[in-house]
């Protein structure tokens, strides 16, 4: 049971580190954009502080309901594991759509001033 | 003969991008909110909330994810939409129970339906209250995705 804790922790927890990260390169591969490029950084990174928060959040209350399965571990596990998973993925989807939102604004703005 | 035109453009529905802030503050904020503006009524909406909060939770966050996706939050809109939630959920419970043919679960279904109905109504509209006030104006536009 412990073990099965402590595996869905390191791995909740990776999970969330490794979409953080990822959240943080597209940004920075998005922001290689001359138009957009700084706003689109800045707000991945308070896109990705965002998504930590929120996701540590979520994984520490799902992770909560461990205990209550404790007579079939491997099932809460895995159950466990799985829905978190899905939520940051979820999470993940939105904050990159947030990023192409942020994109498009910024691209925006610039054409309307190229404009006038 | 017939023209030859660009074809017209696909209608596609403009979403909104839910802010996750506000929506976590506002789907925690809500009931609590709710409950502190009415304790005083003999403590109902006190044992409502630890009642019926897991409910709410588990039920309301997917329902809000999606309804925010395609329409504004407007406080009165997310009240019906609840009310609509229960009205699909009651008879089902009622139907479920008689299935199985618990009749401790058919009584409580019957009658909690009125409490469910106003404090979901509730707890929904100060969401939605909650929700619009912190929601920063980047999320509050549609968008052409």
Sequence with gaps: ?116 | MQMLTTPPQVPYPSRYIIDPVAFFIALIGGPLLFTALSFWALLIPVFALILGGPIYLVVGTPVLLWYLRNHDGDPSALGFLSLKVIGFLAPLTILISAAISDEELLLIGIYSIGFCMFFAAAWAYCFGRIYQHLRRDFFAKPRRM
Excluded: H, W
């Design chain 1, 1 to 116: 049971m412990i073990v099965l804790a402590v595996l869905y922790i390191a791995l909740g927890f990776g999970a969330l580190t490794a979409l953080a990260a990822m959240i943080l390169r597209i940004g920075t591969m998005l922001g290689e954009c001359p138009d957009s490029g700084p706003s689109v950084r800045a707000a991945a990174v308070t896109i990705a502080t965002g998504f930590a928060a929120i996701g540590a959040g979520g994984v520490v209350l799902i992770g909560a309901v461990l205990p209550l399965l404790a007579d079939a571990p491997l099932v809460g596990f895995l159950a466990a594991l799985g829905f978190a998973a899905l939520c940051l993925g979820l999470g993940f989807t939105q904050a990159v759509g947030t990023l192409r939102a942020v994109m498009q604004d910024a691209a925006n703005k610039v054409n309307v001033t190229a404009a006038a």
